[in-house]
């Protein structure tokens, strides 16, 4: 799940500043779990805009905001509205697609942070930096990259104390939580044979794309 929080009120009404009628747009799935772009959170924007000057000319409610067919369908109303900007209630990939479908400025209402997973309701974890190179097979299923505050791939650094983080103490270790998961497995062999590669981009040309109907 991608997690966002809400900007600060004055960031968006800053960016906001000389559109007068705004269109707004949620998102169905990560942002509605994280209550930064459900539909609370649409019309507590839509009443806060409208207190303070700003007509809200229409409102969309994607179930998933970075699917692009299906925002242009979603969006159709606004298309033909005479909304000036767009406040995007969603991660930076929901914002980019809604921006792809029109030709009106489009303006995030939140800060997307990080791909994570839902430790309980409300409750949020980072869990993946989606670096496209996974080491996870041989880490126990802990990634190192998001867990240890260095991303060391090969093994801890000398600062732990008490199994705790250097640079957060209130972390564990990383290497530590990884070592353990990988005995209570009987596969240490695998953390001592197998050297990964330190983590680098050069490799990447962004933007990465994924086609899986090629080669079919």
């Given at each position: 799940m991608i997690?966002?929080?809400?900007?600060?009120?004055?960031?968006?009404?800053?960016m906001?500043?000389?559109?007068?009628?705004?269109?707004?747009?949620?998102?169905?799935?990560?942002?509605?779990?994280?209550?930064?772009?459900?539909?609370?959170?649409?019309?507590a924007?839509?009443?806060?805009?409208?207190?303070?000057?700003?007509?809200?000319?229409?409102?969309?409610?994607?179930?998933?905001?970075?699917?692009?067919?299906?925002?242009?369908?979603?969006?159709k109303?606004?298309?033909?509205?005479?909304?000036?900007?767009?406040?995007?209630?969603?991660?930076g990939?929901?914002?980019?697609?809604v921006?792809?479908?029109?030709?009106?400025?489009?303006?995030?209402?939140?800060?997307?942070?990080?791909?994570?997973?839902?430790?309980?309701?409300?409750?949020?974890?980072?869990?993946?930096?989606?670096?496209?190179?996974?080491?996870?097979?041989?880490?126990?299923?802990?990634c190192?990259?998001t867990?240890?505050?260095?991303?060391?791939?090969?093994?801890?650094?000398?600062g732990?104390?008490?199994?705790?983080?250097?640079?957060?103490?209130?972390?564990?270790?990383?290497?530590?939580?990884?070592?353990?998961?990988?005995?209570?497995?009987?596969?240490?062999?695998?953390?001592?044979?197998?050297?990964?590669?330190?983590?680098?981009?050069?490799?990447?040309?962004?933007?990465?794309?994924?086609?899986?109907?090629e080669?079919?």
């Open positions: 997690i966002s929080t809400k900007k600060p009120t004055e960031e968006v009404m800053a906001l500043e000389g559109a007068t009628k705004i269109a707004i747009v949620g998102c169905g799935n990560c942002a509605t779990a994280c209550e930064t772009g459900g539909e609370k959170e649409i019309a924007w839509k009443e806060y805009l409208e207190a303070n000057g700003k007509e809200v000319v229409g409102t969309a409610y994607p179930s998933e905001a970075c699917q692009k067919l299906l925002v242009k369908k979603e969006v109303e606004i298309k033909k509205s005479d909304a000036d900007a767009v406040l995007v209630l969603s991660c990939d929901g914002v980019q697609t921006a792809d479908n029109l030709s009106i400025p489009c303006y995030p209402g939140n800060n997307t942070m990080f791909l994570g997973q839902v430790e309980r309701v409300g409750i949020f974890n980072e869990a993946c930096r989606m670096c496209g190179d996974c080491v996870l097979g041989t880490t126990g299923g802990i190192p990259i867990k240890c505050a260095k991303s060391l791939v090969n093994g801890p650094c000398g732990q104390k008490n199994g705790k983080c250097e640079v957060n103490p209130e972390n564990d270790c990383a290497w530590i939580a990884i070592y353990n998961r990988m005995e209570s497995l009987g596969l240490t062999d695998k953390l001592l044979g197998n050297m990964n590669p330190d983590k680098g981009y050069a490799d990447f040309s962004y933007p990465r794309k994924i086609n899986l109907k080669g079919k």
